[in-house]
């Protein structure tokens, strides 16, 4: 299976400083080859997402994507970017669900899904996000509680665009904090989110979608985590931010 590398950007970066990474980046992808088989995605601020079109040529193998959109066309909902809008900009692919998006703007898994639903129908990859609270983990209950959130943020199975649906595991306790959940354990939560698609969506669907692993992923340990059955690659933040990093953990995520 294609490993897939998405780089959350969060809110970092100027429009010059994602001129600078993609400046960089592309030295990368032209130079070393052995990302080729590597889907890679990388996710700035709406503001910057333009930037990436004076790279196009040089970036021909990196998608854009962007860090939410919302559930209807347009209409009277300020502050907020619609599907069409980021198609216009050659968008590929949206991260929906991030926990930071339920821990400060009151984000639920079913608005989550009626904004994944709308990014599948109008053509774009959704990266739906699920991941337990460190309250949750100590007492045991990753999976009830990740299964729960997924159940209520997987767009219906009639969705057009369902096969382009990704989900990553993202363990809240894990994001942004240096103590990443072993593979072992992230690899038994996949599983069992596996065995969640295939029930939901049917078992080809199922089978089919990546499963991606976010939380401190770095380059050291990047290799860990894509050898284990269910984990399709990773959702990156803080080592997304640096070209050369980025380039080495997918490299070395990518290995077979
Ligand atoms: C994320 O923002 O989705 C994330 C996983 O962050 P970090 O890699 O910094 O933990």
Same mark, same amino acid.
């Given at each position: #299976?294609?490993? +897939?590398?998405?780089?959350?950007?969060?809110?970092?970066?100027?429009?010059?400083?994602?001129?600078?990474?993609?400046?960089?980046?592309?030295?990368? #992808?032209?130079?070393?080859?052995?990302?080729? $088989?590597?889907?890679?995605?990388?996710?700035?601020? =709406?503001?910057?997402?333009?930037?990436?079109?004076?790279?196009?040529? /040089?970036?021909?193998?990196?998608?854009?994507?962007?860090?939410?959109?919302?559930? %209807?066309?347009?209409?009277?909902?300020?502050? &907020?970017? /619609?599907?069409?809008?980021?198609?216009?900009?050659?968008?590929?692919?949206?991260?929906?669900?991030?926990? @930071?998006?339920?821990?400060?703007?009151?984000?639920?898994?079913?608005?989550?899904?009626?904004?994944?639903?709308?990014?599948?129908?109008?053509?774009?990859?959704?990266?739906?996000?699920?991941?337990?609270? @460190?309250?949750?983990?100590?007492?045991?209950?990753? @999976? &009830?509680?990740?299964?729960? #959130?997924?159940?209520?943020?997987?767009?219906?199975?009639? *969705?057009?665009?369902?096969?382009?649906?990704?989900?990553? =595991?993202?363990?809240?306790?894990? +994001?942004?904090?240096?103590?990443?959940?072993?593979?072992?354990?992230?690899? !038994?939560?996949?599983?069992? +989110?596996?065995?969640?698609?295939?029930?939901?969506?049917?078992?080809?669907?199922? &089978?089919?979608?990546?499963?991606?692993?976010?939380? !401190?992923?770095?380059?050291?340990? +990047? %290799?860990? =985590? *894509?050898? &284990?059955?269910?984990?399709? $690659?990773?959702?990156?933040?803080? %080592? !997304?931010?640096?070209?050369?990093?980025?380039?080495?953990?997918?490299?070395?995520?990518?290995?077979?």
């Amino acid at each position: #299976m294609t490993k +897939i590398f998405i780089a959350n950007w969060k809110m970092n970066k100027s429009r010059a400083e994602a001129a600078e990474f993609f400046s960089r980046f592309s030295v990368h #992808m032209q130079s070393d080859a052995p990302v080729s $088989g590597a889907r890679v995605i990388v996710c700035p601020p =709406y503001l910057a997402l333009d930037t990436f079109a004076h790279f196009q040529e /040089s970036l021909s193998g990196v998608e854009l994507g962007a860090q939410n959109v919302h559930g %209807a066309k347009s209409g009277a909902f300020t502050g &907020e970017v /619609s599907v069409p809008m980021l198609a216009e900009l050659n968008v590929s692919a949206v991260i929906l669900g991030h926990s @930071e998006r339920y821990q400060h703007f009151g984000e639920t898994p079913e608005n989550v899904r009626a904004r994944a639903t709308a990014a599948l129908e109008g053509g774009l990859t959704a990266v739906v996000c699920v991941g337990e609270r @460190e309250a949750d983990y100590r007492a045991g209950r990753s @999976e &009830e509680v990740v299964l729960d #959130m997924l159940r209520r943020s997987l767009p219906p199975p009639s *969705t057009h665009g369902i096969g382009s649906l990704v989900i990553a =595991y993202e363990p809240v306790w894990a +994001i942004g904090t240096g103590l990443a959940a072993t593979a072992e354990v992230a690899q !038994s939560i996949h599983a069992a +989110i596996r065995g969640e698609l295939k029930e939901q969506l049917g078992d080809a669907v199922g &089978e089919a979608l990546p499963i991606l692993y976010g939380g !401190s992923v770095t380059p050291d340990n +990047i %290799a860990g =985590y *894509t050898a &284990e059955r269910d984990i399709a $690659g990773a959702l990156v933040g803080g %080592a !997304s931010l640096d070209p050369d990093k980025f380039f080495d953990l997918i490299t070395r995520g990518s290995k077979r």
